[in-house]
Each structure stands twice: as structure tokens, then as C-alpha cells.
């Protein structure tokens, strides 16, 4: 074996060495920052709402204020009983 041979030998091993810990590193994040991801995105549709716009401006609460007028709607129809009852149900 020539001289040479075993030192180019060792640079080769470790350079394929330096590379596969680099990969690993750079896989483990991009791992953990898929999972940082899922976790972020299944926290905003748990609460079923839906958001239109990210920065709060118009749009954000629409469903949430066409509920709140439904619901003066039917206050208004309903009578001192029913009301009553709702709110007791509703837990006001």
C-alpha cells in the first residue's frame, strides 16, 4: 500500500463522515419543524373556526358576529320563559 493511501483514505472517511451528520442534524430539524408545523395548524381548526384574513382586519370574526345576531334575533322573538331558559341553558 502506498504512503499516501491511508491518509486519503482517512480524509475520505472523514469527510462522508462530517456529511452524514450533517444531514442527520438538518433532518432531525426539518423533522421537528414539521411537527412544530402540524401542531400550529391543528391549534386553529380544533376550535372549528375559520380564518379569512391573518392580520385581524374585517373578516376574521364574521361567523362569530352573524352568530351573536342570530342570537338577538331569536331573544327577540323568544318570550320572558324561553329566554330564561336559554340563558340558564347557555350558562349566562
Known amino acids: 500500500m502506498p504512503p499516501g493511501h491511508a491518509n486519503a483514505m482517512s480524509d475520505h472517511s472523514a469527510g462522508r463522515g462530517v456529511l452524514i451528520g450533517m444531514?442527520?442534524?438538518?433532518?432531525?430539524?426539518?423533522?421537528?419543524?414539521?411537527?412544530?408545523?402540524?401542531?400550529?395548524?391543528?391549534?386553529?381548526?380544533?376550535?372549528?373556526?375559520i380564518f379569512l384574513d391573518r392580520l385581524g382586519r374585517p373578516g376574521e370574526y364574521d361567523d362569530e358576529q352573524a352568530f351573536m345576531r342570530e342570537e338577538e334575533e331569536a331573544l327577540e322573538q323568544m318570550d320572558d320563559i324561553q329566554r330564561i331558559e336559554y340563558q340558564r341553558a347557555k350558562g349566562c
Open 23 to 49: 444531514l442527520s442534524a438538518f433532518g432531525s430539524a426539518a423533522a421537528v419543524a414539521f411537527i412544530l408545523l402540524v401542531i400550529y395548524l391543528l391549534q386553529f381548526t380544533r376550535s372549528g373556526r
